[in-house]
């Protein structure tokens, strides 16, 4: 793929940290003019001056995408530098707070949802259009194993990658006939915040390469959905864990055991 990335017009959401980070920096280095979004200002400008400073292309698109008029200026800022969207990386999304289904409220549940599922369709439905005008490009959602399994105390962030996964397919045939391929990404357990060495012990010892995912592990695999390389796929979700969910053990992934469940006696209290 040497190359295939030159001059190509790349939007990184969630671009601040971790994976969404990992994915800008490479494709900057493969010649890619990259926007670098990530709701966090002094992120957004850590990034772009590290591409920068690197000798790549980037300017900076702070917005939060779960605001459509937000996405918008951002979309508009991108085609004022460069005319067009190539690549649409969605990336950006919450995790936490990590709350039981019991102690989860209304405003939880929206904010993630809003953010990590609307989000992708916001931004997508404003990179579809740049896209379609031109005839081709490749948006590449965020998933998660949680969408498919589940984790403990995850409710809304697995239902929102449930989602992410449905949209990913819808997209796929709706978009098809514009030259638009819409495929997703399943991290693993990747190390985003720097695990200690107890804790990397922890999470690798059932995973069947032997260690939690590093960001740079998925950067790889969304240069290659972007590129001509995989100019027949779409609507498909690619597995990046290690061999994590091919096993009949998995890796040690809840971070909330039993244990620390609200007991009846809270549960009913807060009624």
């Known amino acids: 793929m040497a190359g295939s990335h030159e001059g190509q017009v790349v939007v ?37 001056s590290g591409i920068t400073a690197a000798g790549g292309t980037a300017i900076g698109t702070p917005a939060d995408v779960s605001d459509s008029s937000q996405v918008g200026a951002m979309f508009d800022a991108v085609v004022e530098a460069w ?62 194993g949680g969408a498919t399994r589940a984790h403990r105390a995850f409710t809304a962030y697995d239902a929102s990658k449930g989602g992410i996964e449905a949209l990913t397919r819808a997209m796929a045939l709706d978009l098809g006939p514009y030259g638009i391929r819409v495929c997703a990404l399943m991290p ?11 804790a990397r012990l922890l999470r690798g010892e059932n995973i069947p390469m032997g260690r939690p995912g590093e960001p740079d592990d998925m950067a790889g695999p969304a240069l290659f959905l972007a590129s001509d390389d995989a100019r027949y796929i779409t609507g498909d979700v690619i597995k990046v864990d290690g061999g994590m969910l091919s096993q009949q053990r998995s890796a040690t992934v809840d971070i909330m055991p039993p244990r620390d469940f609200p007991t009846l006696e809270q549960v009913l209290g807060d009624d």
Do not use: Q, Y
């Open 188 to 198: 693993g357990s990747i190390d985003t915040e720097g695990m200690d060495e107890t």
């Open 12 to 48: 990184v959401t969630g671009a601040g940290k971790g994976i969404g980070r990992a994915i800008a920096e490479r494709f900057a280095g493969a010649g890619a003019h990259v926007a670098v979004n990530d709701v966090d200002r002094d992120r957004v400008a850590e990034v772009v």
């Open 83 to 144: 005319g067009t969207v190539d690549v649409l990386v969605n990336n950006a999304g919450m995790v936490s707070p990590m709350l039981h289904f019991f102690e989860a409220d209304e405003a939880w549940w929206r904010r993630i949802i809003d953010v990590n599922l609307t989000g992708h369709f916001l931004c997508s439905h404003r990179a579809a259009r740049i896209m379609a005008a031109a005839g081709h490009g490749v948006i590449i959602n965020m998933s998660s």
